[in-house]
T-cell receptor, first 115, second 115 residues
């Protein structure tokens, strides 16, 4: 079945450091891919998405490229800030209408950015 | 600013009591999802609906959990009787299902503590 695997956390970085959070997936067909972010005490928010191979999603300085050949969707940011401290979830959505828009989430990666 | 709303935000109850959590999806969305988040298990999908019809509730303990959508503006998740192991944050999310893998919008969650 479909699945998502993320690198384990927590990830601790200093402010202005480069961030990479790895995400790989297993899916049949051509899923859409998402990164969600969860700040402390809040629900998940969509950070960025990509709907087809080679698409690049970007938002708030974060980027991720849909790589079909490596089944990956790694999250990157060139210079992190303390305010980026949160838990990041990678997810996929099977395009089939019968799936009802169901998302498959990875286990989440906690990011802590120190001043 | 359209948002998913959830009530109550916090609930403390004693074992054996009935708990009802409510969710108002974003107007116009036709899919609704219930998730449970714990430190040990992460984010688990409990049930989801499309056009108010249940599509999958295989993630729910059937003997004590029930999910319904009495109308398009209200989704409920009920636990009867509640147990300490049900302590978690319960999230509702809504979205549009068109087979294209659309994003889900999450509510702020209900933090449930069962003593």
């Amino acid at each position: 079945g479909n699945s998502v695997t993320q690198m384990e956390g927590p990830v601790t970085l200093s402010e202005e450091a480069f961030l990479t959070i790895n995400c790989t997936y297993t899916a049949t067909g051509y899923p859409s891919l998402f990164w969600y972010v969860q700040y402390p005490g809040e629900g998940l928010q969509l950070l960025l998405k990509a709907t087809k191979a080679d698409d690049k999603g970007s938002n708030k300085g974060f980027e991720a490229t849909y790589r079909k050949e490596t089944t990956s969707f790694h999250l990157e940011k060139g210079s992190v800030q303390v305010s980026d401290s949160a838990v990041y979830f990678c997810a996929l959505s099977d395009r089939g209408a019968s799936r009802g828009g169901k998302l498959i989430f990875g286990q989440g990666t906690e990011l802590s950015v120190k001043p | 600013d359209a948002r998913v709303t959830q009530t109550p935000r916090h609930k403390v109850t004693e074992m054996g009591q009935e708990v009802t959590m409510r969710c108002q999806p974003i107007l116009g969305h036709n899919t609704v999802f219930w998730y449970r988040q714990t430190m040990m298990q992460g984010l688990e999908l409990l049930a989801y609906f499309r056009n108010r019809a249940p599509l999958d509730d295989s993630g729910m303990p059937k003997d004590r959990f029930s999910a319904e959508m009495p109308d398009a503006t209200l989704a409920t998740l009920k636990i009867q009787p509640s147990e300490p192991r049900d302590s978690a944050v319960y999230f509702c999310a809504s979205g549009l299902s068109s087979g294209g893998g659309n994003e889900q919008f999450f509510g702020p969650g209900t933090r449930l503590t069962v003593l």
